[in-house]
T-cell receptor
Framework: DQQVKQNSPSLSVQEGRISILNCDYT??????FLWYKKYPAEGPTFLIS?????DKNEDGRFTVFLNKSAKHLSLHIVPSQPGDSAVYFC????????????FGKGTKLTVNP | DTGVSQNPRHKITKRGQNVTFRCDPI?????LYWYRQTLGQGPEFLTY????????KSRLLSDRFSAERPKGSFSTLEIQRTEQGDSAMYLC????????????FGDGTRLSIL
């Protein structure tokens, strides 16, 4: 039973436009959420995170939004660049008792020049 | 700034053989994690260490799997009597402690079982 879901396997956007990647979770005990980017033949690279006490966190072109009531988070990339083309994973960690991350299956983003 | 280092990058072995992977974490990180990733899936947690203590193990970690971190620095993951289903990417990550610390991943070891 998937506790972290990324329902879009792929997304294609034009260079310069906004990319919005979505993630839903089922467990209300998650308190920390992260986004990772993965290029082929490389490990996941940490992008940005958000704690459950916040609803938004920004870092340059990347913004993560958290809607706790909907159990939904999204990653916005503005403006999108061809180098952003990669697989993006959403991950979540429990409030206490475990340090493990639970990952979604990923969304492949393609940014077209 | 040295990231998480994993060796080897690729391992091909015959079914039934034992394999061992090594992970060197970021030097100031005292937490170390092992994950496994198969095609089309996100990474799945296997186990984690704080210093030399193994504090959490997943049910995915069968008795054929063992992980160690003897001196609280590098870690090894051994798989005994490998099976076809063990073919995957094995990822190591490390993090600091205190508050919300992101895990930083290495490039993984890809295991192929013939």
């Amino acid at each position: 039973d998937q506790q972290v879901k990324q329902n879009s396997p792929s997304l294609s956007v034009q260079e310069g436009r906004i990319s919005i990647l979505n993630c839903d979770y089922t467990n209300s005990m998650f308190d920390y959420f992260l986004w990772y980017k993965k290029y082929p033949a490389e490990g996941p690279t940490f992008l940005i995170s958000i704690s459950s006490i916040k609803d938004k966190n920004e870092d340059g072109r990347f913004t993560v939004f958290l809607n706790k009531s909907a159990k939904h988070l999204s990653l916005h990339i503005v403006p999108s660049q061809p180098g952003d083309s990669a697989v993006y994973f959403c991950a979540a960690r429990w409030l206490s008792g475990s340090e493990k991350l639970v990952f979604g299956k990923g969304t492949k983003l393609t940014v077209n020049p | 700034d040295t990231g998480v280092s994993q060796n080897p990058r690729h391992k091909i072995t015959k079914r039934g053989q034992n394999v061992t992977f090594r992970c060197d974490p970021i030097s100031e990180h005292n937490r170390l994690y092992w994950y496994r990733q198969t095609l089309g899936q996100g990474p799945e947690f296997l186990t984690y260490f704080q210093n030399e203590a193994q504090l959490e193990k997943s049910r995915l970690l069968s008795d054929r799997f063992s992980a160690e971190r003897p001196k609280g620095s590098f870690s090894t993951l051994e798989i005994q009597r490998t099976e076809q289903g063990d073919s995957a990417m094995y990822l190591c990550a490390s993090s600091g402690t205190g508050g919300h610390q992101p895990q930083h991943f290495g490039d993984g070891t890809r295991l192929s079982i013939l």
